[in-house]
């Protein structure tokens, strides 16, 4: 079994700054690409930043200069450092990896969410 836990949401004020973490566990053999997803009600999930395993990384465009993703290899860890937050970034923010178990190829995995919440 592979679980993806995020971390770091919360509450803050406009221009403020958060830091998300997921951490990736279980039968992993593999990690491959892992991204941030997030979706504001009524709108679809959208994708905000994506990250290879050689540490090449891809942003939307709203978030350009904002945000930044990173990844800890050996902790099996993403992270999304977000900066100059608007209230437009409100939104549930799901971790997605593409990852390899010991028995099996590779899957897409999704965390549970975490909640980002930014005040005006």
């Known amino acids: 079994q592979v679980q993806l836990v995020e971390s770091g949401g919360g509450l803050v004020q406009a221009g403020g700054s958060l830091r998300l973490s997921c951490v990736a566990s279980?039968?992993?053999?593999?990690?491959?690409?892992m991204g941030w997803y997030r979706q504001a009600p009524g709108k679809q999930r959208e994708l905000v930043a994506v990250i290879s395993s050689g540490g090449s990384s891809n942003y939307a465009d709203s978030v350009k200069g904002r945000f930044t993703i990173s990844r800890d290899n050996a902790k099996k860890t993403v992270y999304l450092q977000m900066n100059s937050l608007k209230p437009e970034d409100t939104a549930v923010y799901y971790c997605?990896?593409?990852?390899?178990?010991?028995?099996?190829?590779?899957?897409?995995?999704w965390g549970q969410g975490t909640q980002v919440t930014v005040s005006s």
């Open positions: 997605n990896g593409e990852i390899g178990r010991v028995v099996g190829g590779f899957s897409s995995y």
């Open positions: 279980g039968s992993i053999f593999r990690i491959g690409a």
